[in-house]
């Protein structure tokens, strides 16, 4: 009787020991969501009250989504972006002058050139000279008498006016073909384009066109 008695105490003993290890192990289990769930409290309080949080998280979140896909796109060639570079003073400088592609608006050809007086005359048409004398009568009828040949390369009244075009162009024209031996024009045709141009609105704006062409393309 007495072992039977000491068998059921140590039963008894073990069973309440393991009952004990077992709640622990719960009560451990039961603990964890709970300090996990006041850690999220005390982080962001009132999450259901707060959607400016919420909205927060989502831009920041979307922020780095397209950072991760701009990473995943290579930037452009060193070569690439060497050829625009060379490319747009073109575009830009044909755009200026229509109808004449890769135009150089500061050529040594144009008037604003020979206006700027950066190089020397020609001594057969002094700078000073009257357009009425160097173009003959009809410029006389057209233009004020006292216009000079580097009044006329330095007008800026040239833009509807045709007639303000052509003597500008013209000008330039002449002084090229006494100092440019690659220009298309002689001085004697200079001169004789300039008086059929002085007969109409239509035949000044062509024979301006052509100057203009030619002025631009020489160098």
Not at 65 to 88: R, V, Y
Not at 122 to 135: E, L, N
Request: hydrophobic share 35%.
């Amino acid at each position: 009787e007495t072992e039977e008695w000491s068998l059921k105490k140590e039963n008894q003993i073990q069973r309440k020991f393991k009952n004990t290890k077992e709640e622990a192990q719960v009560s451990k289990r039961k603990a964890l969501p709970a300090f996990a769930q006041t850690w999220c409290q005390s982080q962001i309080p009132n999450l259901t009250s707060a959607p400016s949080q919420v909205n927060l998280l989502l831009t920041t979140s979307s922020h780095e989504t397209k950072a991760k896909k701009m990473e995943n796109h290579p930037p452009l060639p060193t070569s690439l972006l060497l050829l625009l570079m060379f490319l747009a003073p073109m575009v830009t400088q044909s755009a200026a002058g229509p109808g004449f592609a890769y135009t150089r608006n500061r050529g040594r050809c144009t008037p604003q050139y020979w206006s700027s007086r950066r190089e020397a005359w020609p001594r057969m048409i002094p700078q000073g000279s009257a357009v009425s004398k160097v173009f003959g009568s009809r410029a006389y009828e057209r233009y004020r008498y006292d216009l000079t040949l580097l009044e006329a390369t330095s007008r800026n009244d040239d833009g509807e006016n045709v007639f303000a075009r052509l003597v500008k162009e013209s000008t330039a024209a002449l002084i090229n073909s006494y100092t440019r031996k690659a220009y298309p024009y002689s001085a004697w045709e200079v001169k004789t384009a300039v008086i059929q141009g002085l007969v109409s609105d239509e035949a000044a704006a062509v024979q301006a066109r052509r100057f203009y062409d030619a002025n631009r393309a020489c160098n």
